[in-house]
């Protein structure tokens, strides 16, 4: 049965990978009634793949600057109640739109996502991504969602009610996390925004240093910016102020001192035992990863990323704090969007 | 995105009690008829969270195993120990949910302040409904704080309990061992349990003081309030000879507790362990004039009045623990000190022989005063008979009076005077010379330097030569002897001497230097170089070569039986060389010596005394006799005090 939804497909250079995606959402069990690829002037021929497999292809005068930019340019197209934007280099689970479906049975729900796993995991970067979804995804994101706050609405895959995204005039490029953005004004508009884990989607993570550099540099700066956006907003909004206090607490507080206080203490008081304070929770992390992993038989896999993902939060750490500095300290903003992969 | 550094900081705390809270928050929303998660999700969440909980307790676990297992290649956090048990710390816990807490509170603060002029905005319906939201909001949460907390502390507490019921058992048992077991496993469950804490301490101090005074200084940081742990650290402390920390310690459960029978004694018995004993000795009396009917008090204050020489005082103080509680012990204790405070006659016999033939006999004793305070006097008389190579004899008549002065128990002063009368021998007539000691002797308390002043004035008399010559000896001399370290001392020993007689001067100068070591605090071994000169030589008979060195090892050792007869040996070997007047330094030579002395005590108050000297060597230190290649010399002494009490 046709789904009463259009899939936006912001692609900017996406040849490679958007081929996969158009064919995993056209195997739905719900599959949409429209597909858009938004060829933002690529010079790859992302839009001649598209086309050739029977979908919309839009193109923008000029290119947008921005995933934000070449979604809000798709949104002019679409005609349906329901709407759902997925990035050129993600594949989904053949039931995904049809698991997130009957979440806007309710009026008040504007926005909803799945479960995101990286589609490789190959490298250390997508092995510590691979971690790190499954932790936060079978954790965080649940506790998110019982207490009916999802911190985001994962930019990768969600759905829309169409008419709450138009209210909001779509995806705006005022920060570099799109999706951060339109969640939390969805939260201040008194709207509701779930996370339903049986849908997953499977994006392409950064396979090496530099791509994973630029993914973080946009997210850090991306969060500061919203941070400092919605912030008054934000405290209207219960649990989501406290989510969001903590989370700026341990990007900036406690990054320093995991980067910073653990390594002088260790020297300090001459001990090497202080450094065990970068591994120590790896019991902690490891159960939801556990849990999560078991779910989908994955555990070896899991068992043998674990490590990566220590490399990775380390890496994110330092990211968040240069963010913060930048954004909050020294005041350099950032506003060029770059790809991550 | 995941923001932050997850896994740990407090984002990992909030989830953690956010998912506990879930079941409450599920309950309420039930009753409610709201839409909710699904019990499903809830209770999957809830158990996650606990076995992160178990996690997290499991990590502390294994990595406190960890810390022990390589604490010989690593050294363990300082302030954890080699022995840390569970590395996971409540206060760490604590600490993570008060920063939590804050952030949250600071939220709530910023949201009141930025939004105060929107709230009167609201309708009373909003408001209302906002202010049931904020009051549920707030039970939730402390309903699930509180059960958070609960959950874990429940099962700790049960654990705990059986942990310490079995070792109370077997405490009050009297089996060791197995409280110490025990107590060391609930230490496990509960790190920071401070019963089991200062049991497994006090079970463990004999066996392994390091441990138990590392376990103490542990309660002290549990219960910064308990004078008692103050207390048990500075009795480690003074156990293992760190008095001045020991009694530091005493000093903070002193602050805690000033009337505090425990602590006042407690810190006077380190003072006298330390051998601060005139503190120690304030102390008790401090205790004492306001508890007077505190007789193991007076006992102790008793003791220490001996060590301080006050013999009559300590009586006295056996006397009032004796009134208020009779003990045996004390009973004993009081004869003795009746016994050394009382008036005592102490008749002596003595013998000198050595090599050469020169032999010596004196007869004598000596009576004393009943003590009078920190002072003493007594008369001596005695007759020496003196003879040589069994032909020449002559004699000496003694009579001296005496004083002995302890104004403390650092000081002692002994002093002094009378006259020797010379027999007529070898043509002279009979001859009367005075004589004269004066010695003080200082020691700072607490095994402190030590100064020895000496100044004497007496007649040789090791041979018929030498009484028929009238040589007199006018010695000045010091001791000053310095600890080092902990076992170690520095002795330095200067003296001069003026030998006088009828036709000429002589003068003797001895320096020495020494380093002693206290293997036990009743054996020292040293080692000992000494130099002695004379000016010029003479012809008046006693041996005055140029130079004298000696290096020798020393040993001195001192005993008490359990019959209370006291052993003492102080024993030299090494080598000697002497250069002549005029003449190079000879070879180095055997030279040993031996003293030794014997107390009997036959009854409280007769104290049969024997002394034994001996020395063989070419060169006398003290007897300055004419001297050979192996001169021997040999001297006893038999005495024997009897207390007229």
């Known amino acids: ?341 | 995105m995941t923001v932050g550094v997850p896994g740990t900081g407090i984002g990992g705390m909030f989830y953690l009690v956010s998912a506990l809270a879930m079941p409450l928050r599920q309950a309420y929303r039930s009753l409610r008829r709201r839409p909710s998660a699904g019990w499903r999700i809830v209770a999957g969440q809830t158990a996650m969270a606990g076995a992160i909980l178990a996690a997290i307790w499991v990590t502390g676990w294994l990595v406190g195993i960890a810390i022990t297992a390589s604490a010989a290649f690593i050294a363990p956090p300082p302030l954890l120990g080699a022995h840390p048990g569970n590395v996971l710390r409540t206060a760490a816990l604590v600490l993570s949910a008060a920063t939590l807490a804050a952030v949250l509170l600071g939220v709530e603060l910023l949201r009141l302040w930025v939004h105060r002029g929107t709230g009167r905005a609201a309708t009373a319906g909003e408001a209302g409904s906002r202010q049931q939201i904020r009051r549920v909001a707030a039970l939730v949460l402390l309903a699930l704080a509180a059960d958070g907390t609960h959950t874990v502390a429940a099962q700790h507490t049960r654990a705990l309990a059986r942990r310490l019921a079995r070792a109370d058992s077997a405490f009050a048992a009297g089996d060791a061992t197995t409280a110490a077991r025990e107590y060391a496993a609930a230490l496990t469950v509960d790190p920071e349990n401070s019963r089991a804490t200062y049991r497994l301490a006090d079970l463990t101090k004999r066996r392994d003081p390091v441990e138990a005074l590392r376990l103490f200084r542990r309660y002290v940081t549990l219960e910064p309030s308990d004078a008692w742990g103050y207390m048990a650290v500075g009795d480690a402390l003074a156990r293992s000879e760190s008095y001045g920390d020991a009694l530091r310690s005493y000093d903070d459960a002193l602050r805690l507790a000033p009337d505090e029978r425990d602590a006042v004694i407690g810190r006077a018995r380190v003072l006298a362990r330390a051998g601060r004993t005139d503190a120690a000795v304030a102390g008790y009396r401090h205790w004492l004039d306001a508890n007077p009917s505190d007789a193991e008090a007076w006992g102790e204050l008793g003791r220490q009045r001996l060590r301080q020489g006050r013999d009559r005082d300590a009586a006295l103080a056996f006397e009032h623990a004796q009134a208020i509680a009779p003990d045996p012990t004390v009973a004993r204790r009081l004869a003795v000190a009746r016994a050394a405070a009382a008036a005592a006659i102490t008749p002596l016999a003595s013998g000198t022989h050595d090599s050469d033939g020169n032999t010596t006999l004196r007869l004598g004793g000596t009576g004393e005063l009943a003590s009078w305070g920190p002072m003493r006097l007594g008369l001596t008389a005695s007759r020496t008979a003196i003879g040589g190579d069994g032909v020449t004899t002559t004699g000496r008549q003694d009579l001296t009076l005496g004083a002995a002065w302890r104004p403390g128990a650092a000081w002692q002063v002994q002093a002094s005077g009378g006259a020797s009368r010379l027999d007529a021998a070898l043509g002279r007539s009979a001859t009367i010379l005075p004589t004269g000691q004066l010695r003080a002797r200082w020691r700072v308390p607490g095994a402190g330097p030590i100064v020895d002043l000496r100044a004497r004035r007496d007649v040789l008399d090791a041979t018929p030569l030498l009484a028929a010559n009238r040589v007199l000896r006018t010695e000045l001399g010091a001791t000053v002897e310095l600890p080092i370290a902990r076992v170690f001392k520095l002795r330095g020993i200067g003296r001069t001497v003026a030998l006088s007689d009828s036709a000429e001067v002589n003068h003797r100068t001895t320096l020495a230097g020494m380093l002693a070591v206290h293997v036990t605090p009743s054996v020292e071994v040293s080692a000992q170089f000494h130099t002695i000169r004379f000016a010029h030589p003479t012809t008046a008979g006693y041996f005055a070569p140029r130079l004298v060195q000696v290096a020798q090892a020393g040993s001195y050792l001192e005993f008490e039986t359990a019959r209370g007869i006291l052993l003492v040996f102080d024993i030299g070997a090494g080598v000697q060389r002497v250069a002549e007047q005029g003449a190079a330094i000879g070879p180095w030579g055997r030279a040993l010596r031996l003293y030794s002395l014997i107390v009997v005590p036959l009854a409280v108050g007769r104290d049969l005394r024997l002394e034994f000297d001996g020395e063989q060597s070419a060169f006398a230190n003290e007897v300055a006799t004419p001297g050979g290649a192996q001169w021997r010399y040999v001297s006893a002494t038999m005495s024997l005090r009897w207390a007229l009490n």
């Open chain 1, 1 to 341: 049965m046709t789904a009463d939804l259009t899939v936006i497909v912001p692609a900017f250079n996406e040849a490679a990978s958007v081929a996969d995606t158009i064919r995993s959402l056209q195997a739905q069990t719900a599959p949409p009634r429209e597909i858009i690829v938004v060829d933002d002037c690529s010079t790859d021929g992302t839009g001649d793949v598209a086309r050739a497999l029977g979908v919309i292809v839009v193109r923008p005068p000029t290119n947008t600057g921005s995933k934000a930019g070449a979604q809000s340019f798709g949104l002019t197209y679409v005609r349906t109640s329901l709407t759902v934007a997925i990035d050129a280099d993600t594949v989904l689970a053949p039931d995904a739109i049809e698991r997130l479906l009957p979440v806007f049975d309710r009026p008040r729900v504007a926005a909803a996502c799945g479960l995101v796993l990286p589609r490789r995991v190959r490298s250390i970067w997508e092995r510590g991504r691979y971690i790190e979804y499954l932790f936060a995804f079978t954790y965080y994101k649940q506790v998110q969602e019982c207490y009916g706050k999802p911190l985001i609405s994962s930019g990768c895959f969600s759905m829309y009610r169409t008419s709450l995204l138009r209210a909001q005039n779509g995806w705006s490029d005022r920060t570099l996390a799109e999706d951060m953005d339109l969640t939390w004004r969805f939260y201040q508009a008194g709207h509701e925004v779930h996370f339903v884990p049986e849908a997953v989607c499977y994006p392409i993570e950064p396979r090496t240093f530099r791509l994973m550099g630029t993914q973080l540099r946009r997210w850090s700066h991306g969060f500061v910016q919203n941070v400092k956006l919605h912030w008054r907003g934000l405290l209207r909004v219960p649990f989501l102020r406290s989510a969001v206090a903590v989370a700026f607490w341990d990007a900036t507080i406690a990054a320093a001192l995991y980067l910073v206080l653990l390594p002088i203490l260790a020297l300090a008081l001459k001990s090497p035992w202080v450094l065990l304070g970068y591994l120590i929770d790896a019991p902690v992390v490891l159960v939801p990863v556990l849990v999560g992993a078991t779910r989908r038989r994955e555990v070896l896999r899991a068992l043998a990323s674990l490590p990566a993902f220590f490399v990775l939060r380390t890496v994110n750490a330092v990211f968040f704090l240069r963010a913060v500095c930048a954004e909050l300290v020294f005041g350099r903003s950032l506003h060029v969007y770059e790809k991550g992969h």
